[in-house]
């Protein structure tokens, strides 16, 4: 049975930075695209980054040159490193692949 477990949310304050991991139970990791995606309060979900079994990345443009994809094979677990955090980065993040989905770690950003 595949898991998603992301970890990392947390208060932080404008400008400051947070990184999310998310740890993928089963042997599905290494052989699949990771995604990460948001949900902002009171809107959808939206598509954050995601990343190719080859390091491909490509990122949403409210995010990009702030936001890093990245993951580690050998321990199952792909990142998202968030720099120059805004209010409007509020959500609750998840990571997805091949159609599981984790449950979720929010971010507030806030004085």
């Known amino acids: 049975q595949v898991q998603l477990v992301e970890s990392g949310g947390g208060l932080v304050q404008p400008g400051n930075s947070l990184r999310l991991s998310c740890t993928v139970s089963?042997?599905?990791?290494?052989?699949?695209?990771m995604g990460w995606y948001r949900q902002p309060p009171g809107k959808q979900r939206e598509f954050v980054a995601l990343?190719?079994?080859?390091?491909?990345?490509n990122y949403a443009d409210y995010v990009k040159g702030r936001f890093t994809i990245s993951r580690d094979n050998a321990k199952s677990t792909a990142y998202l490193q968030m720099n120059s955090l805004k209010s409007e980065d509020t959500a609750v993040y998840y990571c997805?692949?091949?159609?599981?989905w984790g449950r979720g770690t929010l971010v507030t950003v806030s004085e």
């Open positions: 990343i190719s079994t080859d390091n491909n990345t």
């Open positions: 997805s692949t091949r159609g599981h």
């Open positions: 089963g042997s599905i990791f290494r052989f699949n695209t």
